[in-house]
């Protein structure tokens, strides 16, 4: 693998740019090497600067399930773009996407587009106080929900690899109203209720964890959760930015028998433009201004651009549920697979998986439920494993505790090509 012109570029971008790169993960820090500049995407590969070629398991950090350069979002950007980049004024664009969303997916009766996974979150956190009058939220140790500052406590991945305690230029003020429970722990979420269940405004919960490695949370931790907001006046809210549209068109809120009062959206529905949404009950939405007093803007939100790749990314996804079945079948062989050859060779492995995205964690012991199972991983195992990918041309995301996501331009083939790689693996 020939990296000269990358190398190259990079070492110009980090004369301009922090450490040469928009978003910390992206440097490849503990990994060894300096990444590999990508120039261009086509389905299920990437290719770099130097003309390597690599199939791609991490498309964008999710948004790509479509695989790159799909045709239908491509177009619906080139066909907007000749008539409008930016208002920022109302968009018969912004209202099919509204509505498709509402309609399509559930208990969202009304719902509010933002610019980024960050700001669907805080926003959504920001809505919770105002609707309730409280100030505490519980996240989970080891849940990431952006770079905001009240969740740079305990936040997963970008974090946690870099080995930061959370962040330099947190104030301990404004993370004083944020308590952290442990993750499938109704022992933890009992205990913080009852000390301090009269000033919470709500729990924020990605339901498939994805920035520990891919954690799935329990039904019965999920509605007991449900039932001590419930009890004490807290409103539950989603973190579906990873796995809205990915673990199924409508996202986790699927697979738990639960009822989410906000949920949070953002990269796949942007179809690969920055792009985050928040919805709900009419009656807690209706507290944003202009309607109600909790205030929230953005000059660039519902940008009729990003409106017409997101209403493309969306529409096909929901329009074809076979891309779902297409997704879990090579997710299982992926997993199956790897399983299988990890076990001849002796490798301590275990996979947690869920549908389109699945996290391989180098641990001995028998299932990862939370963060602190997660961080008894090998690390240096997995950069090994990493470099080892990457040097043949397979692209998973640099840290043990990110997921792999399968687009639909994924082939057998290309979990064929990965099972081989892996076969000679020497760990
Ligand atoms: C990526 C992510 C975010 C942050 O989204 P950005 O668009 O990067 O701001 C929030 N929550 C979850 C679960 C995420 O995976």
């Not at 963060?371 to 041309?393: E, I, R, V, W």
Request: hydrophobic share 40%.
């Amino acid at each position: 693998m020939n990296l000269e012109k990358s190398n190259q570029i990079f070492k110009e971008s980090e004369k301009y740019i922090p450490g040469g790169v928009n978003s910390p993960v992206r440097a490849l820090k503990d990994m060894g090497i300096t990444p590999p500049v990508i120039k261009s995407g086509n389905g299920a590969t990437i290719t770099d600067e130097d003309g390597n070629t690599y199939i791609d398991f991490i498309g964008a950090w999710g948004p790509m399930i479509l695989g790159h350069n799909d045709e239908d979002i491509v177009n619906s950007i080139k066909t907007c773009c000749s008539e409008s980049i930016a208002f920022g004024a109302p968009t018969n664009l912004e209202l099919k996407l509204a509505k498709h969303l509402c309609e399509t997916l559930d208990n969202i009766d009304l719902i509010r587009m933002v610019n980024s996974g960050t700001e669907a979150t805080m926003s959504a956190v920001k809505l919770a106080r105002g609707y309730t009058g409280k100030n505490k939220i519980i996240k989970f140790a080891g849940c990431y929900h952006g770079h905001f500052d009240g969740f740079l406590v305990s936040a997963g991945s970008g974090v946690m690899t870099e080995g930061i305690p959370g962040s330099a230029g947190v104030p301990q003020e404004s993370i004083k109203n944020t308590l952290i429970a442990n993750y499938n722990s109704i022992e933890s979420i009992t205990e913080i209720f009852k000390k301090y269940g009269h000033d919470i405004a709500g729990v924020i919960i990605e339901p498939v964890a994805g920035n520990m490695g891919v954690i799935k949370a329990s039904n019965e931790f999920m509605k007991k959760l449900e039932s001590l907001c419930r009890e004490y006046g807290a409103l539950l809210i989603f973190d579906e930015v990873m796995c809205g549209f990915r673990v199924a068109y409508k996202g986790a809120q699927t697979l738990f028998d639960v009822t989410p009062d906000i949920v949070c959206y953002a990269k796949i529905m942007g179809g690969g433009l920055p792009c985050g949404a928040y919805g709900g009950k009419r009656e807690i939405m209706e507290k944003l201004s202009p309607v109600g007093p909790v205030y929230q803007a953005g000059t660039m939100s519902g940008n009729p651009v990003v409106m017409a790749a997101g209403l493309s990314a969306v529409t096909k996804l929901y329009n074809h549920p076979e891309y779902y079945t297409h997704l879990e079948r090579l997710g299982s062989k992926l997993e199956n697979g790897m399983l299988k050859i990890a076990k001849e060779k002796g490798i301590p492995m275990t996979i947690n998986r869920c549908g389109a995205m699945m996290t391989i964690f180098f641990t001995d012991i028998a299932q990862v439920t939370n963060y602190d199972d997660a961080k008894t991983c090998d690390t240096k195992l997995f950069s090994k494993l990493y470099l080892h990918l990457l040097k043949n041309g397979i692209y998973i995301a640099p840290s043990q505790f990110e997921a792999l996501f399968l687009s639909v331009k994924h082939t057998d083939e290309h979990i064929d090509k990965f099972l081989d790689v892996f076969k000679n693996f020497e760990f």
